[in-house]
């Protein structure tokens, strides 16, 4: 190709990931036409090197505590996870990295691919760079969906470079297991990938810079965790910072703030998320290369009408599912104003993500899981709501007790008290990963207290634990 | 004691079973003196031959099939369950069918707990004949509240008490493991004590005079766990009846309709419930002994400004959960009307069980699990909603599949077309138990469609199907 060859589309999204195949999906149906860029694999970062490959190894990991935890079933499950099947089934998830399933997808719905590095060069204009070097010029009529999500942030260490830490990616898709592993962090990746790796036979130190772990959840979430880690084999240390890392012989060795110095075969940085906007071009329409996007409640990037981003590039919630809920109300958003419809742009209308404010779901996937929706006691009151916290303890409701013995697990309901609707539930426990979507669906569906009675919980499931939760607070 | 002794109270609850416990709860709560009589073991059939002992004995039974189900911890799991350990672990749940802990309890409540047989002798009386054969007369000034709950109900067979069939109650307390056992009924009760008993060891034979199993559920329900059951190892035969049985040198022989001849070592009958109602002294009072007692929505007997009947007894939803659901109801009603409170009567009220009608969940703990709320299609049809069914395959769901290799499921939500709000959600597959509060909770709640949308499911979890319902419905 010697011309740089010009397609016109109504839209052009740069990410193939969840939230850019959402967006496609949601502009195709109505009409338009979609062209979608991506530099890696389509199916982006959840795909290959996040949800995916860490539940399939986290999978096993957490029945083997529930079935441990039965009494005469814990008898006959012996020894350890076979390592070797957790990363192969692991590997099945993921495709074995390669993506021919989520093109075939694309391909059905209509929405074309644009293998390469997209970058906006102006106003409605996106150039892709493809793996030839040739480039491609895509203008979009109606919008560009800005879908590149984030990378693992690394810390400026010196040195950082030669030890080849791993991040994310690393820690989901590494083919052995490392005999010693040093996490630096405190978050759900660290959380998750100490609980893995644990598991599968490593010697796991977490070194937390903070107080305690799963820091923007209810406190008793990090606590029982850490908890749970520490019983499991981990060291976890808390307020140590990492000074120096480097790698003498194969072995990793960092130095924390105290001057311990702890040897590792493997070190993984799961220290936060930077947004992938540095090389898309974005100096060219008057935006920083590098910010995380700013947008409205239809993901329209600020003073930019025919500008979105989608998914974690927008900082509201970084989060797949969420990102996957912001596609479908971008993709919608797109679409209405391409016809000239009225947008239903009031809170919880279909073109408002209303949900990223008030109803967040997330579930930890450690043992005990940790599942949370909406507001913590702290940020209602941060946020100026007049609210009670009201506690359960897990091991009251039968159920749980059912479900393992020696349960042990919490419940916290924050009531907003002037409108009496809750603004926000966090579960801790073995199991209650499908049970945080009863909350969700009382967060955002801002059902009140009052007809919540009327919501009948199973007996004996740990749902008796909204009973529990309703007691409390009529008691309190 | 040669005298009739007579203690006057506010309210007399006849049964101290669950849904007694919380009418005495609440009625206490409002300041009233409340009495309780119960000639069994306070805690109710709930507490040591339904609910708890049966999900003692299933919990095992479901870990196990789940571990075995997750590559890399399937292959650690070996050889059968030990039975033995099992029925310890029933028999620690039913706190070895002592009471204490439920006396305790009634106690600390401040009801008065009397041991012996109840009956009505007239309007707001009881006369308690206790196990020394005295007798106490009880007067209500508010209330008297039924909840003497159900028994099995067996079919009038020639010969059947010499077979000593097992009941619900057999079949949840039995001490040992028989090696061949036939089922007879297609319930829910059927199901579960067929998944408990194949699962210890027995060879199970099903017999069920229907078409299919759990008929009151969606279709696919009963027939995703013939499947599962089959797969098991039992033998399920539909469409038969039995037309007699025997027990010769031990052997129990059932003979169907068809003429087919099974031995087996034991026998139970699941063929539905009766009202305990034949012996408390409804005839005083112009009702009729053994009848189910039709209540309004505070649970108050149609014509009978004083009686209460809560529970199975009322026939309205013949499970624990509901039963104290219509307790704390009941429990109110009696409360407001003592003071000459207004009740709040209407629909979703505080003084209504709504629910009764149209949001009653139910989970069967079978393998795989069972999960409903609300109205089936057929029961919808037939309530004159305008509705359309949307099904989803779970097996498309990414947390399904992550949660079990090979996840084998359905899911169907009943869409009312007029008012865009679900009538009943039916879910079966493994681990579907806890998800089905979500359900129960956008059913009573009547969020409407729109605002579903909004609840955002975490992915990958199973709950992820509620996503795939609400595309299914929009795209159908």
Partial sequence: MTETETNAYDVVVLGAGPVGENVADRTRAAGLTTAVVESELVGGECSY???????????????????????????????????????AHRDYFTSHWKDDGQVGWLDSIGADLYRG????????????????GGERVLTARQAVAVCTGSRAALPGLPGLDEV??????????????????????????????????????????LLVRGEGLLPRMEPFAGELIAEALTEAGADIRTGTSVESVTRENGT??????????????????????????DDIGLETVGLDAGSWLPVDDSLRVTGHD????????????????????QARVAGAAIAARATGETLAAQPWGAHAATADHAAVP?????????AAVGLSLAEAEQAGHRVKAVDVDLSSVSGAGLYADGYQGRARMVVDLEEEILRGVTLVGPGVGELIHSATIAVAGQVPISRLWHAVPSYPTISEVWLRLLEAYRDA
């Fill in 117 to 132: 590095h997209g970058r906006l060069t102006g106003p409605r204009t996106v150039t892709v760079t493809g793996p030839d």
């Fill in 362 to 370: 997330q579930v930890v996937f450690t043992d005990p899981e940790v």
């Fill in 252 to 277: 990793v060795v960092a130095v924390t703030g105290t001057g311990d110095r702890i040897e590792a075969d493997e070190i993984l940085f799961a220290t936060g998320r930077a947004p992938r906007t």
């Fill in 306 to 325: 025919w500008l979105y981003a989608v998914g974690d590039v927008n900082h509201r919630a970084l989060l797949t599912h969420q990102g996957k809920y």
């Fill in 164 to 205: 080849k830490p791993w991040t994310s990616r690393e820690a989901t898709s590494a083919k052995t297991v490392p005999g010693r592993l040093i996490v630096i962090g405190g978050g759900v990746v660290a959380t998750e990938m100490a609980t893995v790796w644990q598991a599968l036979g490593s010697k796991v130190t």
């Fill in 49 to 87: 090197w996040a949800c995916m490959p860490s539940k399939a190894l986290l999978r096993p990991v957490i029945a083997r505590a529930d079935a441990r935890r039965v009494p005469g079933l814990s008898q006959s499950v012996q020894g350890p996870l076979d390592a070797s099947a957790v990363l």
